[in-house]
């Protein structure tokens, strides 16, 4: 299987004043691209690995060839992170999560005041690179996570259903060093009927 670069259900400018169209242009057709090439690269000669869905690669990294395990656990994590975080980011976003999940959010964590200023710490806590997750956990409860670099939940075995990119490449042009205004800008844009999709597939 060779991966492309999916394109986005909105445009570059879409999501501003939240989030600016040049990082989503750069942040899309240079970065998520640069981790599609170069996971393409790493499975070139691995035809067992290209006919495996990308989620199972990533649940099962130790059956990966070691001379290609770190570029794929780099590169395949950014390649789905980048994925899932388009899709749960829309300009008609925002407001409180409905649905099952938005229930099952409430019941987890008491209310959404609770769960946003756990998450928000998740993701200001970050050091350096990496993201903050809403993810359904072994045995199916809601968890916030967060993960270094272009680690992915799948890869310990949680399921992730929002993701929240804290790199500097996914703020740094708009909001320069203060990571704590695009969390907070970014709340505007979480497209909760997408996250509630994800919920039941995982969940049914
Ligand atoms: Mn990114």
Redesign the pocket.
Known sequence: MIYTLPSLSYNFGALEPYIDALTMEI?HDR??QA?INNLNGALKDHLGLQNKPLEEILMELNLVPEAIRTTVRNNGG?TY??NL?WTVMSPKGGGMPQGTVGRAIKERFENFENFQNLFNNAAKSVFGSGWAWLVIDHDGRLQITATAN?DCPLMFGQKPILGL?V?E??YYLQYQNKRPDYINAWWHVINWEQVNQYYHEILG
């Open positions: 942040h970065h998520h981790y950014g992170n980048h975080f272009q990119d790199w490449h996914a």
